[in-house]
């Protein structure tokens, strides 16, 4: 037992001094494309390639809020195509936190995940917009998981919500949606009816059941009407959005507006 430990303990630091390499290198890579000398493109993608990987490690060695962290910097970075001074800020946001998690050798407790969580910067409202509406004040402060298996829908979510100042974190699985409410607790979930295990629909309604989302808006993405059979008996705070065309924007429009 005792050499199992001494392995396992030595993974552990070799993950540790890893991912530290890693952090100084997307530092690096930060702070060339910033300052001009290096290439946006290539460097935006080794910056995704890096985040990535610390997100598949990170909760196998006792780290599961630096995967967390990685993830939501890989969303931020998704639809990034340059990396200007204000964004290079907001970049490093998210690699102190790692950096410091790390070399401390120990997840935080629960409720400081989520404050952690919540503070990392988002892409929905740039700092420097001006007439900011009081609804996108308020969005601000309010977080949305989206779970869909496919990037398509999930673009489409983000892109809505993120034009009305809310803050969004992605999920492609049932999995993984379960993991980022018991982290973050999110204010809203919207999730896709398909998805790849445990459909949306029976995902939605153990979320529905949780304490941790007891008061929160939750959404599903689906084709099927409410009278359909396998809606039946779907939690009544579950508002059905429809993925028919126009009506998804009608649909999402509405759910939208019982946030605000």
């Known amino acids: 037992m005792g050499n199992a430990d001494a392995v396992v303990a030595g993974l552990k630091q070799d993950f540790i001094e890893d991912t530290l390499e890693r952090i100084d290198r997307i530092e690096t890579t930060i702070d060339r494309v910033a300052g001009g000398m290096d290439e946006a493109e290539p460097g935006i993608a080794e910056l995704r390639r890096e985040a990535h990987t610390v997100k598949g490690l990170a909760g196998s060695f006792g780290f599961p809020l630096v995967g967390a962290i990685a993830h939501r910097l890989e969303d931020y970075i998704a639809d990034l195509s340059e990396i200007d001074d204000l964004e290079a800020a907001s970049l490093v946001d998210f690699t102190s936190w790692i950096r410091e998690i790390i070399e401390s050798g120990t997840n935080p407790q629960a409720e400081e995940e989520t404050r952690i969580l919540r503070s990392l910067p988002t892409r929905s409202v740039k700092a420097d917009e001006k007439n900011k509406t009081s609804d996108v004040a308020v969005a601000q402060n309010k977080e949305v998981l989206l779970v869909t298996a496919t990037a398509v829908q999930g673009h489409f979510l983000q892109?809505?919500?993120?034009?009305?100042?809310?803050?969004?974190?992605?999920?492609?699985?049932?999995?993984?949606?379960?993991?980022?409410?018991?982290?973050?607790?999110?204010?809203?979930?919207?999730?896709?009816?398909?998805?790849?295990?445990?459909?949306?629909?029976?995902?939605?309604?153990?979320?529905?059941?949780?304490?941790?989302?007891?008061?929160?808006?939750?959404?599903?993405?689906?084709?099927?009407?409410?009278?359909?059979?396998?809606?039946?008996?779907?939690?009544?705070?579950?508002?059905?959005?429809?993925?028919?065309?126009?009506?998804?924007?009608?649909?999402?429009?509405?759910?939208?507006?019982?946030?605000?």
């Open 159 to 260: 892109r809505e919500l993120r034009e009305k100042g809310f803050r969004t974190i992605t999920a492609r699985s049932a999995v993984e949606a379960f993991e980022t409410v018991v982290q973050s607790r999110p204010d809203a979930v919207i999730t896709a009816a398909v998805l790849d295990g445990l459909s949306g629909i029976e995902l939605i309604r153990a979320l529905a059941a949780m304490k941790t989302l007891a008061d929160k808006k939750l959404g599903l993405l689906t084709s099927f009407d409410a009278s359909h059979p396998d809606l039946e008996g779907l939690p009544q705070n579950v508002a059905i959005i429809s993925n028919r065309g126009k009506q998804t924007a009608e649909h999402l429009a509405k759910f939208i507006e019982t946030m605000l």
